[in-house]
Nanobody, 116 residues
Framework: QVQLVESGGGLVQPGGSLRLSCAVSGTIFSPNTMGWYRQAPGKQRELVAVIDSTMNTNYGDFVKGRFTISRDNAKRTAFLQMNSLKPEDTAVYYC??????????WGQGTQVTVSS
């Protein structure tokens, strides 16, 4: 059974930074793509960033160079470095993994709150 566990969320002031982590357990297949999505209250879930097994990345338009996604395949972990955070970045952030042989799998989410 594949499980994704996010960590690193919390409360941060505008302009601050957070680093989210997503640890994967269970049997997964390569190649695969890992991603971060977010959902704010009353809004649809949206793409933040994705990264595939060859480290190709793609970001949501709102990121504008503020976030960086990365992964450590040996540790089966993905990361999201978020800088210059804004109040509108407040949301629950979810980790996602999918491959042609399984998924998508989702984590339980981690809350990010940007407020002074």
């Amino acid at each position: 059974q594949v499980q994704l566990v996010e960590s690193g969320g919390g409360l941060v002031q505008p302009g601050g930074s957070l680093r989210l982590s997503c640890a994967v357990s269970g049997t997964i297949f390569s190649p695969n793509t890992m991603g971060w999505y977010r959902q704010a209250p009353g809004k649809q879930r949206e793409l933040v960033a994705v990264i595939d097994s060859t480290m190709n990345t793609n970001y949501g338009d709102f990121v504008k160079g503020r976030f960086t996604i990365s992964r450590d395949n040996a540790k089966r972990t993905a990361f999201l470095q978020m800088n210059s955070l804004k109040p509108e970045d407040t949301a629950v952030y979810y980790c996602n993994l999918w491959s042609q042989r399984g998924g998508p799998y989702w984590g339980q989410g981690t809350q990010v709150t940007v407020s002074s």
